[in-house]
Nanobody
Framework: QVQLVESGGGLVQPGGSLRLSCAAS????????MGWYRQAPGKQRELVAV???????NYADSMKGRFTISRDDPTNTVYLQMNNLKPEDTAVYYC???????????WGQGTQVTVSS
């Protein structure tokens, strides 16, 4: 099972930026999807962004133009650059990984992002 360690959450003012990191350990994978979900109190967990091995990315509509997902393959790390943050972005952000060959998946522990003035 892949282990995921998240970091980078915190408190930021509206309009500010944060970069989340998710480091995966255990194996180097050829075919995978890795991304970010978020969950606010009282709401369902929702997809934020995903990147596939090969570089294809996808974003939820509300994040397009503000959030960017990227990879650093040598360190098995995925980043989420969040710009122009809004109060409605406040949530716990979870890293997610799935091996597309075996369908085995893993979740990070979550990191809190709070956007408030």
């Amino acid at each position: 099972q892949v282990q995921l360690v998240e970091s980078g959450g915190g408190l930021v003012q509206p309009g500010g930026s944060l970069r989340l990191s998710c480091a995966a350990s255990g194996s180097i994978f050829r075919f995978y999807a890795m991304g970010w979900y978020r969950q606010a109190p009282g709401k369902q967990r929702e997809l934020v962004a995903v990147v596939f091995s090969g570089g294809v990315t996808n974003y939820a509509d509300s994040m397009k133009g503000r959030f960017t997902i990227s990879r650093d393959d040598p360190t098995n790390t995925v980043y989420l650059q969040m710009n122009n943050l809004k109060p409605e972005d406040t949530a716990v952000y979870y890293c997610y990984f799935v091996d597309l060959a075996t369908r085995s998946d893993s979740w990070g522990q979550g990191t809190q992002v709070t956007v408030s003035s």
